[in-house]
């Protein structure tokens, strides 16, 4: 998997902003969607506080870090599988969250079976990719096209 493709896939998806601001949820965030977490040192930071270059850099590849992992631990054959599904997967968990794409049941069976094609329907085939579909569908035309 290339780091620095996933990178440049998450800018696109959710951009890079060099200040604090408050996301669709209402919770404090920061460069390429890092949610601000109690033990950062941005917690207490005003929306509208300018974060550095190099912690919005920083934070994103903690988070990266973070969504790797959470792809080894929800799929056995992750790394067995083509840098293009691994990529996909990342952006995914990097959007649901671990627990978000834990629930992606019959999605996880197909890409065990290395059907990529019928992971791509179950992962249309979902509330996520309702809401949001453009970045969703970009996702499963890659996915459906490994």
């Known amino acids: 998997m290339d780091r620095k493709r996933v990178r440049d896939q998450l800018i696109q998806d959710e951009g890079v902003v060099y200040e604090i601001y408050k996301d669709h ?11 601000v977490k109690r033990h950062d040192e941005e917690y207490d930071w005003e929306v509208g506080t300018p974060v ?11 988070d990266l870090d973070i969504a790797i992992n959470d792809c080894l631990a929800l799929y ?10 691994q990529e996909i ?4 968990v990097f959007n649901l969250g671990r627990p978000g794409l ?3 049941v ?13 992971a791509a329907q179950y992962g249309r085939d979902s509330l996520w990719y309702r809401q949001v579909t ?4 970009r996702l ?7």
């Open 25 to 35: 949820r209402g919770f404090k965030t920061f460069g390429i969607g890092h949610l």
């Open 52 to 62: 550095s270059e190099e912690r919005v850099w920083s934070a994103f590849e903690e």
């Open 76 to 85: 056995d054959d992750f790394e067995s599988w083509p840098a293009e599904v």
């Open 89 to 92: 997967l990342v952006n995914m």
């Open 102 to 104: 834990s629930r992606f």
């Open 106 to 118: 019959m999605f996880k069976s197909a890409l065990e079976e290395r059907d990529w094609r019928l």
């Open 134 to 137: 453009n970045r969703a569908e």
């Open 140 to 146: 499963m035309s890659r996915l459906e096209n490994v």
